[in-house]
């Protein structure tokens, strides 16, 4: 079982890759090049939207959301070309960092952070 789960998480690891690959492929429809580039800067992002420290609900993403996602791009992608980009990204040495997807998730962050901090910001009545 556990040879089945490392097998697993190896190929969302290489379909992750292949849509990277996909996002910048001029074969690929524009609105999955779309939802291939938020999907992959999602994966493949340093940061969680959920941090994993959170209580059951920060590995809810690495569980559920990011392979939910990827297998929904996948199913967009015409098969000849998912192939052909899943052999390119096993052909990748280096793991790639979207330094894209960890500002969208950082700006996420911070804007949270900041309407958080202005809601409950001290007011000072007047009167």
């Known amino acids: 079982m556990l040879a089945r789960v490392k097998g697993w998480a190896r190929s969302i690891k290489r379909d992750a ?9 001029a074969r690929t429809p524009w609105h999955v090049k779309v939802a291939a580039s938020l999907v992959a800067a999602y ?8 941090p994993d420290f959170v209580p059951v609900l920060g590995y809810l993403d690495d569980l559920i959301i990011v392979p939910l996602g990827i297998w929904i791009v996948v199913r967009l992608m015409p098969n000849e070309l998912m ?18 997807g960890a500002a969208i998730v950082g700006s996420l962050w911070a804007i949270s952070a900041a309407a958080l901090l202005w809601w ?7 009167g």
Do not use: T
């Not at 992002?45 to 959920?50: G, N």
């Not at 409950?120 to 009545?125: L, S, T, V, Y």
């Open 17 to 25: 890759r292949a849509l990277l690959l996909a996002a910048r492929d």
């Open 120 to 126: 409950f910001w001290p007011r000072a009545k007047n």
């Open 43 to 50: 994966a493949l992002s340093p940061i969680d939207l959920i």
């Open 83 to 100: 192939n052909e980009l899943r052999i390119k990204a096993e052909l990748m040495e280096a793991r790639p960092g979207s330094r894209v």
